[in-house]
């Protein structure tokens, strides 16, 4: 069974940093892509960043481009989001997920069946 335990929310102001961690347990961590989905209140949940299992490719929203990095370590079983240059509607859940399959390229919402409890970030201007 696969459990996934995101950490590292909080509140910051706008134009700051945060790193969130989601730590996984219940298969082989490496196979699989993860990703990182975020969802502001009253809205839907939507895509943020995905990695690849060996961490080779990675990808972006648009509205995060440039200004988050998805990043893990294999050897700790650890995705991180490193969230920087914030702005309020950054404000949401994060949530990280993993695919059902190992050859999942984690770019589509629907590979996702493993989900974290989320973290809530609240960005004040």
């Known amino acids: 069974q696969v459990q996934l335990v995101a950490s590292g929310g909080g509140l910051v102001q706008a134009g700051g940093s945060l790193r969130l961690s989601c730590v996984a347990s219940?298969?082989?961590?490496?196979?699989?892509?993860m990703g990182w989905f975020r969802q502001a209140p009253g809205k839907e949940r939507k895509f943020v960043a995905s990695?690849?299992?060996?961490?080779?490719?990675?990808h972006y929203a648009d509205a995060v481009k440039g200004r988050y990095t998805i990043s893990r370590d294999n050897a700790k079983n650890t995705v991180y989001l490193q969230m920087n240059s914030m702005k309020p509607e950054d404000t949401a859940v994060y949530y990280c997920?993993?695919?059902?399959?190992?050859?999942?390229?984690?770019?589509?919402?629907?590979?996702?069946?493993?989900w974290g409890q989320g973290t809530r970030v609240t960005v004040s201007s």
């Open positions: 997920a993993s695919p059902k399959y190992s050859y999942s390229s984690g770019l589509l919402r629907d590979e996702y069946t493993n």
């Open positions: 219940g298969r082989t961590f490496s196979y699989y892509a």
């Open positions: 990695i690849t299992g060996n961490g080779g490719s990675t």
